[in-house]
């Protein structure tokens, strides 16, 4: 199971842990289990180890008295017993422990969940309020009445006067239809009529509009020019003519926008499309308004996703107030084009299941909460999340309203199970580095030569080691040029009595004794690798039974998290080490003192 990753938090958890009751690997379980055996009664022949409580296990005190859960009377816990078991998936912690991590805990409860989604995006024209105006007709431009951009015009104010022979020729037709009054049959009137009208048409397709083509019988002849009217209210956002111009049929002129509305447009990703919906109101604040916030509703979601950044464009459609007037009359609104805004919108669900997001580790991959047990005891629970809220998760499965889960302290809790799987690991014999044994097996005591040899070899090799943990390259290809030399010194010593049992874990350091220089430290590390795990191999024969008494001194340690320190590393490394304190040789003085001592 991966969770987050305890590098930062390691050497205090290992701290902290050391003082709390170590427990069983990290599996996931939902109760104590019943003990393993019942331990025996005092007896002067045997020494009580602590006392236990039956049945809250892991509760122990190194003196009688009572469960500080049940109140029950501790159980003696005599040499050779082994007691209540812990089941897997617990971790036990001292108070003092407790003190350290800063632990706290929450009950988990039932309530809505609520989810602040926030936004980024522009404020854009409204597109359904944009017009294009184009000359319907060849002519010059004689005059302009807007002549800037930026300019606020309202509905039917002119534009441009145009000066447009065919224009011109078509007013002249409609004016004398226009004045002619028939007095023939009702079918020649019916006919008069049918040809104004298509006078008119042509007036229409020409850019006039109905208002201009009605004054037109009132037009002085003299006057053969017309005004370009602005078809709606807005601003002037692009001006292609200048007085004088002659422009064709088709020509752009200018072009106006309303911002009265304007539309705020954001992306939503994929995961956060569930909680938006159409009608939805939002909060929507820009830093060209400070203090101001503006609500509007979503009008539109777009179907598709672009297929790049996986997100769909959410239309907002707002109102513009208008919140001056310049000198000149022009209108000035709150809000401008393409500014950036940012928006909220505020979603609260049914009542559901919710845990804290502070109490989950691991919310991507395989979520797991710490439960609180009471007593320093917390039990590792997979739970199943459903959407994520402000500062809630909505729980699926795992958990239901009264559960005590762990809010603070967790990262640190799990960092100490993770110490004691590796520590339980070692307890059984396992060695997870590549080319480890088990437990070793017997062998006999060595003679004072052997000895001395077995330790003038372990010396230069642990020299090694404390260069890689100083992460002193030079010193370590120094050492390194020695240590085949001293290995084959070693293994004469060896092969000069006729105590065989010890060749094969001798024969076994002596091949991985030749070491390359390493380019870099990690290189290094890699080809000392296989060399350690035949020094810790050699080390725990020579701790149990070389010499007791001369080899005490020899310390096994393994790091939990070595798979990064250097190519093809093992998940976990040990390395032996002649005394104190620990120095991690895998990642030198970036983590020093990552590690935990394991027994034989």
Not at 39 to 66: C, F, N, T
Request: glycine content about 8%; overall charge neutral; proline content about 7%.
């Amino acid at each position: 199971m991966k969770r987050f990753p305890i590098f930062p938090i390691l050497i205090t958890a290992a701290l902290a842990g050391t003082a709390g009751w170590l427990a069983a690997t990290r599996l996931p379980a939902s109760r104590i289990s019943s003990p393993v055996s019942t331990p025996a009664r005092p007896s002067p022949d045997r020494k009580v180890l602590y006392y236990q409580s039956a049945m809250h296990p892991w509760i122990r005190s190194d003196r009688p008295g009572k469960c500080t859960i049940c109140g029950m009377e501790l159980t003696p816990v005599l040499e050779g017993d082994p007691g209540f078991t812990v089941e897997p998936g617990m971790v036990t912690l001292s108070s003092n422990s407790l003190a350290v991590l800063g632990v706290a805990s929450t009950g988990i409860r039932t309530g809505p969940l609520v989810r602040t989604l926030r936004v980024a995006g522009l404020l854009d024209e409204d597109d359904t309020r944009h017009r294009i105006i184009s000359a319907y007709v060849g002519g010059r431009i004689e005059a302009l009445h807007v002549d800037h951009i930026g300019a606020e015009v309202t509905a039917g104010q002119p534009l441009a006067t145009l000066y447009s022979p065919m224009l011109i020729e078509a007013e002249r037709q409609f004016i004398a239809l226009a004045k002619t009054h028939s007095n023939e049959s009702t079918n020649l009137a019916g006919d008069h009529f049918l040809l104004r009208e298509s006078a008119a048409q042509r007036l229409r397709q020409l850019g006039l509009t109905q208002a201009q083509i009605e004054e037109l019988p009132d037009k002085a002849a003299t006057n053969q020019y017309s005004e370009i009217l602005a078809p709606i209210s807005g601003t002037v956002v692009t001006r292609s003519v200048y007085s004088g111009q002659y422009v064709m049929e088709g020509e752009k002129l200018f072009e106006i926008a309303d911002f009265s509305t304007l539309w705020f447009r954001f992306d939503a990703y994929e995961q956060d499309l569930p909680w938006l919906t159409i009608g939805q109101e939002m909060e929507i604040t820009t830093p060209a308004a400070p203090g101001r916030t503006i609500k509007a509703p979503i009008r539109f979601i777009e179907p598709s996703l672009t297929e790049m950044t996986r997100s769909a464009k959410i239309r907002v459609v707002i109102t513009n107030p208008v919140v001056a007037a310049a000198p000149d009359h022009a209108t000035q609104r709150l809000l401008r084009h393409r500014l950036y805004a940012e928006g909220r919108v505020r979603i609260v669900s049914t009542d559901v299941t919710l845990v804290p997001r502070s109490a989950v580790l691991s919310p991507a991959g395989d979520p797991v909460v710490y439960i609180d047990r009471t007593g320093g005891a917390y039990e590792l629970r997979h739970v199943q999340l459903g959407r994520l809220g402000d500062t809630e998760y909505e729980v699926i499965t795992g958990l239901k309203p009264g559960d005590q889960v762990v809010t603070s302290g967790n990262l640190m809790i799990d960092a100490q199970a993770q110490l004691n799987e590796v520590i339980m690991s070692g307890e059984k014999g396992h060695d997870n580095s590549k080319g480890s044994t088990s437990a070793p097996a017997r062998l006999p005591l060595l003679p004072p030569d052997q000895t001395q040899a077995a330790s003038t070899f372990l010396t230069l090799a642990d020299t090694l080691r404390a260069k890689l943990s100083s992460d002193d390259l030079a010193g370590y290809n120094a050492a390194a040029t020695q240590l085949h030399a001293a290995a084959e010194a070693m293994m004469l010593a060896f092969n000069s009595t006729t105590q065989s049992q010890w060749t094969p874990v001798v024969q076994a350091v002596a091949n991985r004794a030749h070491l390359e220089p390493g380019t870099n430290l990690r290189a290094a590390r890699k080809g000392y690798h296989p060399l350690s795990v035949a020094l810790v191999d050699l080390a725990r024969h020579l701790r149990a039974e070389g010499d007791p008494e001369k080899f005490k001194g020899l310390h096994v340690f393994q790091c939990p998290m070595t798979a990064e320190a250097f190519d093809a590393a093992p998940p976990r490394a040990q390395w032996f080490q002649l005394g104190l304190p620990l120095r991690n040789p895998w990642f030198g003085k970036e983590m020093l003192e990552c590690g935990v001592e394991v027994a034989n």
